[in-house]
């Protein structure tokens, strides 16, 4: 008897199924999915470009700093200049002056360029924000259709779904909680015959005599290769 009405509700879940995966299959999922992996893909290149963003400012921010430091000794030597006192001490400040001038040189060459490359990675961020927004509102206007197409299959799937409400409160909820197990991994039928070979309904793979004297004991045993509940009347 329990049997039998286990088979009732796996043959009305099956029509629940069948309607679950035409909604999975349909064009609407599939093109959010799309657009979700788009979106995705361009939310991780904000978030790296984002990154180098950060490190380039950073970067111009030693380089500024590097180039004050440089003007403000640039200009003690300058003032310096006046108390020198012969030749060699001007040699001297004229080759620091030199060596000073040349660094500054260097680091406005590399500011310049830090800069240039944050304008590019800016750029690149604006562009990127607005693929995500177009992204986006294309993902909406699909999830709505999804919506719809989900709320036609729901009311397909109400009288079946009224079934197996009903006879669940008949069922052993042991069994039903293994079945719901099973139907999790989206594999369909759960309940399967032994075989006249021996074996799994579903896989085909023989039993062992382990399973068979599961299954002469209790009618029903679990298929240790698919994981389907073989059954034997």
Do not use: W
């Not at 990127?128 to 177009?134: D, N, P, T």
């Not at 036609?152 to 069922?171: H, S, T, W």
């Amino acid at each position: 008897m329990e049997l039998k009405k286990m088979l009732e509700y796996q043959q009305a879940d099956r029509e629940i199924f069948k309607m679950e995966n035409e909604l999975n299959q349909s064009d609407a999922m599939k093109q959010a999915a799309k657009f979700k992996a788009a979106a995705q893909q361009t939310m991780d290149s904000l978030a790296n470009l984002g990154s180098r963003a950060r490190q380039r400012m950073d970067a111009v921010g030693r380089l500024e700093e590097k180039y004050n430091k440089a003007m403000a000794e640039l200009a003690e030597l300058t003032s310096e200049c006046d108390n020198i006192a012969d030749m060699k001490e001007a040699e001297f400040y004229d080759k620091r002056l030199d060596d000073i001038a040349a660094e500054m040189e260097a680091l406005e060459h590399d500011m310049l360029t830090a800069n240039d490359e944050l304008k590019r990675i800016t750029g690149t961020i604006e562009s990127e924000q607005q693929h995500l927004q177009a992204y986006r509102v294309r993902f909406a206007k699909i999830k709505q259709e999804y919506a719809k197409l989900k709320q036609g299959m729901m009311e397909k799937a109400a009288p079946y779904q009224k079934i197996c409400r009903d006879l669940r409160q008949e069922i052993d909820p042991v069994l039903l909680e293994r079945y719901d197990r099973v139907r999790k991994n989206r594999k369909m039928p759960v309940l399967v015959p032994f075989t006249e070979s021996g074996g799994c309904g579903g896989c085909m793979m023989e039993l062992s005599e382990s399973e068979k004297g599961k299954l002469a004991a209790s009618g029903i045993c679990e298929c240790p290769n698919c994981g389907r509940l073989v059954y034997k009347v």
